[in-house]
Nanobody, 114 residues
Framework: QVRLVESGGGLVQAGGSLRLSCAAS????????MAWFRQAPGKERQFVAR????????YYADAVKGRFTISRDNAKNTVYLQMASLKPEDTAVYYC???????WGQGTQVTVSS
């Protein structure tokens, strides 16, 4: 089982940057594919980015491609989401997820002001 704890959210102006972190418990972090999702008020949760267990392949939603970067440090059991050129429409609760097993963190709020 994996426990995930996100951090790094906050309030930022449009055009600014934030880095989210997701710390995972357990000694098998490197065996999990990791992803970030987000959910804006009144909207469904949507995929943001994914990184495979060895960090070799990454995937992004079109809405964030070129602005967000997902990375991981298996030695620290942590996955990151570096967000740049933030827009008001990026405002959401951001969740980290691990699979297989469908594990989720509690989320961290990101608010981008215009």
């Amino acid at each position: 089982q994996v426990r995930l704890v996100e951090s790094g959210g906050g309030l930022v102006q449009a055009g600014g940057s934030l880095r989210l972190s997701c710390a995972a418990s357990g000694r098998t972090f490197s065996s999990y594919n990791m992803a970030w999702f987000r959910q804006a008020p009144g909207k469904e949760r949507q995929f943001v980015a994914r990184i495979e267990r060895n960090g070799g392949s990454t995937y992004y939603a079109d809405a964030v491609k070129g602005r967000f970067t997902i990375s991981r440090d298996n030695a620290k059991n942590t996955v990151y989401l570096q967000m740049a050129s933030l827009k008001p429409e990026d405002t959401a609760v951001y969740y980290c997820a691990a699979g297989p097993g469908n594990y989720w963190g509690q989320g961290t709020q990101v608010t981008v002001s215009s």
